[in-house]
Each structure stands twice: as C-alpha cells, then as structure tokens.
C-alpha cells in the first residue's frame, strides 16, 4: 500500500465552500495570495501550456466592478433582481481572485482541455484558501460571462473568459453542512 497523507485527505473528504457573502475581514495579505495562487498553479495542465492567469481584485476593484454591474445589467435587460445580486457579490467582497481561462493556440492540446486546466485551478484555489484557514467560494455569474463586461472591467482578451472569482477572507459564520451526491446512484463500475 502506498503511504497515506491522512490528513489531506480528511481535509478533502470535509471541506466545505463557505458563501460568499458570509466572508469578512481580514482577507490574507500579498504574501499569503500569491502562496495560494502558488498552489493553485501546480493544478494538472496537459501540455504545460499554462491556459490560465489571475486578476487579483482588492476592495478598490471589487467596488469599481459593483458599480458597473447596474449600468451593464440594464443595457442588457437583465431582471433587476439578477443585476442586484451581481453587484452585490462585488459589493460586499473585500478580496476576490478572477481565474481567467486563457486558451492557447496548440495542435495537441485540445481548447476544451484548457477550459478544465482552468477549472482545476479554481477548485485548487478554493481547496488551497480553505486549507490554509481562510472562507473561500467560488461564484460567477452573468457578468462573468458578458464579453463587454469583462474586457472593459477586467481587461481580459478576446480568447479569454472569467473561469471563476474565488472569493477569499475570514469566515464570520460556519455554514450548515449541505446534502452530498449519493455514489451509490452516480457511480458506475467498469470490470470487463
């Protein structure tokens, strides 16, 4: 058998995203993100093409990202509700990580597998958040999605798009914990 690490692993098997807008401060310093960001770096990514990058948006940014929320979400049409909840997740965040899914031309790696190198990240920027002692959740959203919204707020290019904002900062409440997929249902066992 080879060795366990048992504690990773009941790290793995009971961590729990905290929601967003139970986060406060203190948010981790410079220092800190980039350690996260360090980890969240070593995700799988087939043929080392490094798909992904990250804006790291402080309190300024996140308030500077809420009030275009209205204006954007009305050109749109959004429901009014939607475009609240939108600003409000930038309202109220103190620190926040946009991974960004950067695809990169290559004859090998197809673009679909960039798209989930980038989503290992988010989920190994949320596990290494967690892990280290922080809430973090990682959200989206309709305006992660808008071309408009995100290359004039954001800067992102044409062939980039927002994977995820991972939410970062002190837990102020432990959230219940939620229902889990039963296998049992969703499991399928392959021996022949």
């Known amino acids: 058998m080879p060795p366990r690490n048992d504690a990773a692993l009941q ?4 961590r729990r995203s905290r929601p967003a807008k139970t986060l406060g401060l203190p948010v981790p310093d410079r220092a800190t993100v980039m350690d996260l960001l360090t980890a969240a770096a070593r995700s799988p990514d087939h043929g080392k ?3 992904w990058r990250f804006v790291v948006l402080t309190r300024p940014a996140l308030e500077r990202l809420a009030a275009a929320v209205p204006g954007r979400g009305a050109e749109l049409e959004i429901e009014p509700e939607k ?8 309202a109220a965040a103190h ?3 946009a991974v960004v899914s950067a695809l990169k031309p ?3 790696i197809p673009q679909i597998e960039q798209v989930y190198s980038a989503g290992a990240v988010c989920v190994a920027l949320l ?5 280290a002692g922080w809430g973090a959740n990682w959200l989206s959203g309709w305006a992660s999605h808008d071309r408009i919204f995100v ?3 954001l800067g992102l290019g044409r ?14 409440s432990a959230p219940p914990e939620r229902p889990r997929p039963d296998l049992e249902r969703i499991t399928t066992w392959v021996e022949a």
């Open 11 to 14: 790290f793995l098997l009971t």
């Open 49 to 51: 093409l490094e798909p």
């Open 83 to 90: 475009i609240a909840k939108m600003e409000a997740q930038f």
């Open 95 to 97: 620190l926040a990580v």
């Open 106 to 108: 290559s004859d090998k």
């Open 127 to 131: 596990n290494a958040a967690l892990a």
């Open 151 to 153: 290359e004039t707020t």
């Open 159 to 172: 062939s980039e798009s927002i994977a995820g904002f991972i939410h970062i900062g002190t837990e102020t």
